[in-house]
């Protein structure tokens, strides 16, 4: 029976791929901030752990843990993350550090402490949940995307140096999924001394919103973390969601001027109300 870690599994991504795994047979150590909240049950292959992963020491006693459960670990899923959302010039020092803490640092801190694990026993799989806008950008997401681009370098650049060690990297890139992700996982940046951008910026944010009312739910994102993580081949990246696969195809095979101009028209445009 094979083993998966998943971070950020309070809600959306996380949680529904924690239970999508654990109902097929896997055990599964959904991790998270603050289990004591979780909703999700108590079962001999499902434990909730505590889990930050700006907190080394709660990644090592998760490791621990796991192997003292389950014996091994075969799969690490990086999942969690937030979105900074907003103009560039509003984000203080603080908060450009925050984003790139939980959503590349974090990551790194994770993959660095499950590889000796993984190294030793000369298999695994690191899957990192990246995003559409690791590969494209929208207006007002810059440092997002700037975190979501770094997770896709770093990830292309770890499957050359993990292969001899029998271990694959992946990356997942949704779309617009239907979870927390754009309420209470997003910060928006604002600054009251500073509001040249609102205009241009609320405009967008109401066409994301329009966006985000007819987004998938997350199980479908689940269910290609399931495909990544029994896939036999070197498959890097996995994209998922509506529209994603010609938005991506799109943008390899124009201009970026004429792309540029798909991407106004679907978040520039005025609303109708
Ligand atoms: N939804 C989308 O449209 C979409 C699209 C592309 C990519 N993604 C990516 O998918 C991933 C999951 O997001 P989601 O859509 O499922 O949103 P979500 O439901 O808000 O989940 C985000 C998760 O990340 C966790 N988290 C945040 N900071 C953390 C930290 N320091 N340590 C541990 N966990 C932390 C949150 O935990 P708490 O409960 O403790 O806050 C929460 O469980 C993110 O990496 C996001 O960038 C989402």
């Not at 959302?85 to 974090?106: D, I, K, P, R, W």
């Amino acid at each position: 029976m094979q083993t998966i870690i998943i971070t950020g599994a309070s809600s959306g991504i996380g949680r529904a791929t924690a239970l999508y795994f654990y109902e097929r047979g896997w055990n599964v150590i959904a991790t998270m901030r603050q289990p004591e909240k979780s909703d999700l049950p108590k079962l001999d292959r499902l434990h909730c752990f505590k889990l930050d992963v700006n907190d080394q020491q709660t990644i090592d006693t998760t490791i621990q843990q796991t192997i003292e459960a389950f014996g091994t670990i075969d799969v690490l899923v990086n999942n969690a993350g937030f979105g900074t959302v907003g103009a560039f010039e509003y984000a203080s020092e603080e908060q450009v550090l925050q984003q790139f803490q939980t959503n590349v640092f974090g990551l790194m801190r994770l993959t660095r402490s499950v590889l000796p694990h993984l190294r030793q026993r000369r298999q695994g799989i690191i899957i990192n949940v990246s995003s559409v806008g690791g590969r494209i950008t929208f207006p007002f997401y810059s440092l997002y995307h700037s975190t979501k681009w770094a997770i896709e370098g770093f990830s292309e650049s770890l499957q050359y140096e993990l292969a001899p060690f029998g271990i694959k990297v992946r990356l997942i890139e949704p779309g617009a999924i239907k979870t927390d992700f754009y309420h209470r996982s997003q910060m928006l940046l604002v600054r009251p001394d500073l509001k040249v951008y609102d205009d241009y910026q609320t405009k967008v944010l109401n066409n994301v919103a329009e966006v985000e009312k007819n987004a998938p739910p997350p199980q479908i994102v689940a269910q290609t973390i399931f495909q990544a993580a029994n896939d036999k081949t070197d498959r890097l990246r996995y994209s998922v969601g509506d529209q994603v696969p010609l938005l991506l195809l799109l943008n390899r095979l124009l201009p970026h001027s004429w792309f540029r101009n798909i991407i106004s028209n679907i978040l520039e445009k005025d609303s109708l109300a």
